[in-house]
């Protein structure tokens, strides 16, 4: 996940998705709105993208045949005209491949997973979370190259997730069968390390 930065502009609700549009036209970045604020992240590092790769790799080999791991699909709030995010890697329906549209919806998404940036803030990531909670998004994958921990939030409800399971590098995430069941951590970079040292 990018580290965000909040840019609020005068638009009406129901248009920001238009200036969402023109903005990653203008400027490359990727942008999303959450809770009514645009959200602009700049370029991922080097083992951001490599860990995002791993782990859908890793996912992609033993998904059950109804799913598929997806980079840079945006997933809207429900009932909301303007919110979406964009996870890192989706695991969702299978047949969205066949599908017009930009948006894979909330109750289709079956794991979001986000790779924090070395820049992330703290308040940031908890506002993602929430976000993702309100959606009802099944199961919530927080991967953080900093410290080489991960986190697995699970049953959303009442805008929050109330269940969550921690580990460390090298720790197995614990993913149901149809989502390629045990998920490996080890052998993730982490930030601020070079290979082979």
């Known amino acids: 996940m990018a580290g965000p930065t909040s840019h609020p502009i005068p638009v009406r609700r129901g248009q920001l998705r238009v200036v969402a549009e023109k903005i990653e036209q203008a400027t490359g970045m990727r942008v999303e709105i959450i809770g009514g604020q645009l959200m602009m992240s700049p370029s991922p590092s080097g083992k ?3 860990t995002i ?21 945006s997933v809207p709030m429900p009932g909301d005209p303007d919110d979406y995010s964009i996870p890192d890697l989706t695991i969702g329906s299978r047949s969205f491949k066949d599908e017009d549209d930009w948006l894979l919806d909330a109750d289709a998404v079956e794991l979001a997973v986000e790779v924090i940036s070395p820049n992330e803030r703290l308040k940031g990531i908890n506002e993602k979370t929430d976000w993702y909670a309100a959606a009802r998004v099944a199961r919530l994958l927080q991967i953080d ?7 697995l939030f699970t049953r959303p ?10 580990g460390k590098y090298g720790e197995e995430v614990p993913l149901p069968e149809e989502l390629g069941g045990d998920l490996t951590t080890t052998g993730l970079p982490l930030y601020g390390t070079q290979p082979g040292r």
Not at 146 to 151: D, I, Q
Not at 157 to 165: D, I, S
């Open 48 to 50: 951001q993208i490599g």
């Open 53 to 73: 790769i791993d782990l859908r790799d890793a996912i992609r080999t033993s998904l059950a045949a109804p799913y598929e791991a997806y980079e840079n699909v």
């Open 145 to 151: 190259p900093r410290t080489g921990t991960w986190s």
């Open 157 to 166: 409800g009442e805008g929050e997730y109330k269940a969550v399971v921690h």
